[in-house]
């Protein structure tokens, strides 16, 4: 079974400070792995996915996540928080494409920014 | 190119009533999504198809949630009757691969339909 985890319910930073929100995760087969961002009231938007061609990706609007498979973990990260970053973000897991396609998330991290 | 379009937005109703949400995936979309958001939680997969056939619907509850995607395009999810705690974010999500295995494509997500059942 996979599974994901999110430290942190909510994360508080400065505008022009690092945001750091971490994600790990469990899964029997190699797993492809994703941080989804959602603002008030809309649908969820991909920031950047993992499917092993390279453990570092770049994703929209600045952040990038390291796959770390000694860690299971997958957390992302932006140099420095804009006021526009300030969301819930996603975390989520699937083992592959298909039928297998369906996305375990974990339960958010609420990002905010203080000015 | 058009997103994932959900309707309608907002819904209240009260317990042992019905209700239906439709949704209409991306153009060429094969693959098609329903997750339910409860308030504090990650989105949770209810059910999952591909062209007009599903995949998994392992997580729905199927004595008062059905869902249908008659001629592979749009969706309906219905509830019936629902219950205080299927208050959530109804979240329709597609897809364009089609193959049974590999990398997975990207999920496109509408804006969901947020359900609050008195």
């Known amino acids: 079974a996979q599974s994901v985890t999110q430290l942190g319910s909510h994360v508080s930073v400065s505008e022009g400070a690092l945001v750091l929100l971490r994600c790990n995760y469990s899964?029997?087969?190699?797993?492809?792995l994703f941080w989804y961002v959602q603002y008030p009231n809309q649908g969820l938007q991909l920031l950047l996915k993992?499917?092993?061609?390279?453990?570092l990706v770049k994703g929209i609007n600045g952040f990038e996540a390291e796959f770390k498979k000694s860690e299971t973990s997958f957390h992302l990260t932006k140099p420095s928080a804009h006021m526009s970053d300030a969301a819930e973000y996603f975390c989520?897991?699937?083992?592959?494409?298909?039928?297998?396609?369906?996305?375990?998330f974990g339960k958010g991290t609420k990002l905010s920014v203080k000015p | 190119e058009a997103g994932v379009a959900q309707s309608p937005r907002y819904k209240i109703i009260e317990k042992r009533q019905s209700v239906a949400f439709w949704c209409n995936p991306i153009s060429g979309h094969a693959t098609l999504y329903w997750y339910q958001q409860i308030l504090g939680q990650g989105p949770k997969l209810l059910i999952q198809?591909?062209?007009?056939?599903?995949?998994?619907d392992s997580q729905l509850p199927k004595d008062r949630f059905s869902a249908e995607r008659l001629k592979g395009v749009d969706s309906t999810l219905k509830i019936q009757p629902a219950k205080l705690e299927d208050s959530a974010v109804y979240l329709c999500?597609?897809?364009?691969?089609?193959?049974?295995?590999?990398?997975?494509?990207?999920?496109?997500f509408g804006p969901g339909t947020r359900l609050t059942v008195l």
């Open positions: 993992y499917t092993s061609a390279a453990t």
């Open positions: 899964s029997s087969v190699p797993p492809y």
């Open positions: 198809f591909q062209n007009n056939g599903v995949v998994d």
């Open positions: 989520a897991v699937t083992r592959g494409g298909g039928s297998q396609g369906n996305l375990i």
């Open positions: 999500a597609s897809s364009f691969l089609v193959v049974a295995s590999g990398s997975p494509d990207t999920q496109y």
